[in-house]
């Protein structure tokens, strides 16, 4: 447990190498969080990858440990990219080709950022329920539509710590049931962020040119890319994740992989941790093949489900 002080914030995180020094050997995979959590719904995952993983977890600005108070930061896909670049050159990650790279929701697209700046570093990234969709009317209206229930949950986010709001809150993130203790941390993490930056997260997550964006740069990601899903998701429409797979299988020349958890929600790391970590397991040693290899042979592209 450490903190990383920075023109933007005093980042807080956690690096398995500081408790076990032989982790400073093996490959690295950086976490990188929803909107309005901490890191701390990370840590079964964490605790399932850390035999043969060093994992590297971290509060953005405005959620968690992290300080903010006395700075100025800017809640934006770049800034937050931008203190998560911080901490990959901190602690060494951008050196050689040893480094994954992990984004949940929102984080998915600050994942997509960091993995073209950190090109040559990235053996993978790992994009979860953060997907693409064609701009129509409909998504116009439905982007909006969401504008606005994000300005109402903040106004009124302290609801939320009561029945029956709570479970409300819950159960939509996670369809399957998940234990108390990171129930009670989501609630926690999003009744106490940081108005203002919760907020812009927010915004920008569904803002149409940060969208567009998003899009082109996600294709652009030259290394192995898994999507991941859960089909029963409330939160974002899974087909999104569906429309990014079929889209990097078009036009990247990397593999990607699409996994469909058929029954769970937004929080498959929670709601399946044992399976969650064998895909990404899956995933990783299967990039890590595909750089050893260095094929000139058209990318494979393979999709899965898991009920």
């Known amino acids: 447990m450490s903190y990383l002080a920075s023109s933007r914030c005093k980042l807080y995180y956690e690096d398995s190498a500081e408790a076990n020094p032989a982790h400073l050997d093996k490959p690295a995979v950086l976490f990188v969080n929803g909107w309005a959590i901490s890191s701390r719904y990370w840590k079964p995952l964490v605790q399932a990858l850390s035999g043969s993983f060093r994992c590297i977890i971290y509060d953005q600005s405005g959620t968690g440990k992290t300080l903010i108070k006395g ?28 480094l994954h790279i992990v984004g949940h929701s929102m984080g998915g697209m600050v994942a997509t950022e960091l993995s073209l700046r950190y090109k040559t570093a990235l053996v ?8 693409i969709f064609e701009e129509t009317a409909f ?12 300005d109402v949950s903040m106004n009124f986010r302290n609801v939320f710590q009561s029945e029956p709001f709570r479970s409300m809150f819950i159960k939509r993130a996670a369809t399957k049931e998940i234990a108390k203790e990171y129930g009670d941390i989501i609630i926690e993490d999003f009744t106490q962020s940081d108005k203002d930056a919760t907020n812009a997260a927010g915004k920008f997550s569904i803002d149409p040119e940060a969208l567009r964006a998003y899009t082109r740069h996600v294709i652009e990601i030259a290394s192995p890319v898994l999507c991941c899903v859960g089909m029963a998701d409330h939160t ?40 969650f970590a064998e895909a990404l397991i899956k995933h990783f040693d299967s990039a890590r093949k595909f750089h050893e290899n260095n094929s000139t042979e058209p990318a494979r592209c393979k999709q899965y489900q898991i009920s």
Do not use: W, Y
């Not at 700075?71 to 040893?98: V, Y």
């Not at 116009?140 to 539509?145: I, M, N, R, T, Y």
């Not at 079929?246 to 029954?263: C, D, G, I, Y």
């Open 124 to 131: 993978s990234s790992a994009i979860i329920a953060c997907g």
């Open 236 to 275: 974002i429409p899974p087909e999104g994740t569906i429309t990014l797979f079929e889209t990097r299988k078009a036009r990247s020349s990397a593999p990607t992989t699409l996994v469909q958890f058929m029954n769970l929600g937004h929080l498959p790391m929670l709601e399946d941790t044992d399976n």
């Open 139 to 150: 998504t116009s209206f439905g982007l909006f539509f969401l504008g606005g229930l994000i």
């Open 71 to 98: 700075h100025n930061p800017s809640f934006t896909i770049q800034g937050f990219a931008d203190e998560a670049g911080e901490l990959i050159e901190h602690l060494g990650l951008n050196k050689s080709r040893n």
